[in-house]
């Protein structure tokens, strides 16, 4: 049985070629196309394909909007990403919310179609050259959550504060400390996430999603 799939991309010719190349040996058929996240979602209100390739550059709503949406409402198709987008930001970001699959748009159409077969029948796939970089990050970021649960409570408010711009003075006052106390959490904080100022210590709190960046 053929294994049907929509392509989600906002470019036509890209559409198109990747069509033909997904249908050239009868295996696959592409049963829908949509060229924003907006249109690919109405379509999958109605269409049921097994796989659904999707692009992150979209207008009105990108690939890991639509991708956050189909997790939310707990879609049965599988999502493989095809993107020009190498940085491992996006590819965290879309293994975290559960993409089935991620893969870059200057590979073979054998390894595109394989990954199309692997997420079909419940099987991640992530492109080998991305690998490293990722299980790199995943590990690292393994090692900060341990940092993190080593804070105190009012270490982590305080952390919340100096990442978000406030001086001890106003810190000691928004918290109902003594600007003393204040320098002391955050010696102990440098101490446990391994940071020696302020702007990484900001870094580090946008990093692993303590505060976030609107």
Do not use: W
């Amino acid at each position: 049985m053929k294994i049907q799939v929509m392509i989600a991309d906002d470019h036509s010719l890209i559409r198109e070629g990747i069509k033909q190349l997904l249908e050239f040996d009868g295996s696959i058929e592409v049963i829908a196309e949509a060229s924003n996240g907006v249109e690919c979602l109405e379509k999958l209100e109605t269409l049921s394909p097994d796989v659904l390739l999707l692009d992150i550059n979209m207008p009105e709503k990108n690939g890991i909007e639509v991708l956050e949406e189909l997790k939310k409402n707990k879609s049965d198709v599988k999502v493989l990403i095809l993107t020009v987008h190498n940085e491992l930001e996006y590819l965290l970001k879309a293994v975290d919310i559960g993409v089935d699959g991620y893969i870059l748009k200057d590979s073979e159409s054998s390894e595109l179609k394989k990954a199309i077969q692997f997420v079909c029948r419940g099987e991640n796939y992530i492109q080998a050259s991305l690998i490293p970089a990722l299980n790199n990050r995943l590990v690292n970021r393994d090692i900060d959550k341990d940092k993190i649960d080593s804070l105190t409570n009012r270490e982590l408010e305080v952390l919340i504060q100096v990442a978000n711009g406030m001086f001890n003075k106003e810190i000691a006052t928004n918290l109902n400390i003594s600007e003393r106390t204040v320098k002391n959490h955050i010696s102990n904080i440098f101490k446990k996430i391994d940071v020696s100022d302020r702007t990484q210590a900001a870094v580090f709190a946008i990093k692993n999603n303590i505060i976030k960046l609107f």
